[in-house]
């Protein structure tokens, strides 16, 4: 493709679970957050634009951190994601408190995107070597046939947190290496030294260790928006049948639809790096050591930003 790809990070999500809104609580020792780390990454691999997806509500405060850092070296656009940002004819149900899932985060940005993107979480730390492998692949996708994206997967052991239980997309793989099956499993953790997941609380599943597993972490074309448009007010309409309060929209559920149709494929690119992340408050001081180490290892300098260079001038891929 022609344009460079940008990247898109989803950060409207509050951390039900962790208590707070996780995506400004500082894990680096200058203050940086999760979503810094992940930012200069990407600006290393080559991405020069991101669009962050939040609530309009933290809007000033959240700007103010982005632009103590990763602004003055990244071109940054905001996009908003809101509970009431649904199609016309569309009314909010009763009861319902929170927005409508992943892949309706992402319409929010269809605006600001004319090229290929990443998408990531804000609350994930994925390596650095995640976004150059994402950005390689971009830099040439071309949808023919079908549709050209990639997916990073990691092993499921890698992307667990011993404080409780997390959201991960199993997937299954061709011989080749494209994604041919993913399944969003909501309650994954260890039970007695197995990783198990249930669906009822009642009845467990084991998956082995190097089950890969997707973070959220994909990468497509423009085609992947024009799908999300015209799925959503069909799984909209039956969400307000089946789960008006908490169904949500997955980007894992588009995909696997479109690989079953047979107009995508997915190459997945293994990640051997291991997941950080706060689903919970316990999880923090070990994110907090992991990041510490990565710094004193040379991985990335003291103070995060102030090593780099303006985005305008960093032109390596």
């Not at 994402?134 to 830099?139: F, G, I, K, V």
């Not at 994604?179 to 669906?199: A, P, Y």
């Not at 990565?294 to 001038?313: D, I, Q, S």
């Amino acid at each position: 493709m022609d344009k460079k790809p940008v990247l898109v990070i989803m950060a409207a999500g509050m951390g039900s679970r962790y208590g707070g809104l996780k995506q400004m609580d500082p894990i680096g020792s200058d203050g940086e957050l999760i979503i810094d780390f992940s930012l200069y990454d990407a600006w290393r691999a080559g991405f020069e634009t991101a669009i962050c997806i939040i609530k309009k509500e933290i809007k000033a405060d959240f700007k103010a951190i982005m632009d103590r850092g990763a602004a003055g070296r990244m071109n940054l656009l905001y996009a908003y994601q809101e509970i009431d940002a649904v199609p016309e004819g569309f009314s909010i149900p009763e009861g319902r408190n929170k927005p409508w899932g992943t892949g309706h985060a992402l319409l929010q940005a269809k605006p600001l995107i004319d090229g290929p993107f990443a998408v990531i979480n804000a609350d994930d730390y994925y390596g650095r070597d995640a976004f150059v492998s994402a950005y390689d692949y971009l830099s040439r996708a071309e949808d023919q046939e079908r549709y050209d994206y990639c997916m990073i997967g990691y092993s499921i052991e890698n992307t667990l947190t011993e404080n409780g239980h997390v959201a991960r997309g199993v997937c299954a793989l061709t011989p080749e290496g494209y994604l041919s099956d993913i399944r969003e499993r909501t309650k994954i953790q260890r039970n007695q030294g197995k990783i198990q997941f249930t669906q009822d609380d009642e009845h467990w599943t084991t998956l082995a260790e190097g089950t890969p597993v997707s973070m959220n972490f994909f990468g497509f074309t423009p085609s992947f928006l024009e799908e999300l448009e015209r799925r959503f007010p069909i799984v909209l309409t039956e969400l307000l049948k089946t789960n008006p309060v908490k169904g949500e929209f997955y980007i894992p559920l588009v995909v696997g639809e479109l690989i079953e149709e047979h107009r995508a494929k997915v190459k997945v690119i293994p990640s051997q790096d291991k997941w950080y992340g706060v689903t919970y408050k316990e999880d923090k001081p070990l994110v907090m050591a992991a990041m510490e180490e990565k710094k004193k290892a040379g991985e990335y300098p003291a103070r995060l930003w102030a090593a780099a260079e303006p985005f305008e001038r960093n032109t390596k891929a």
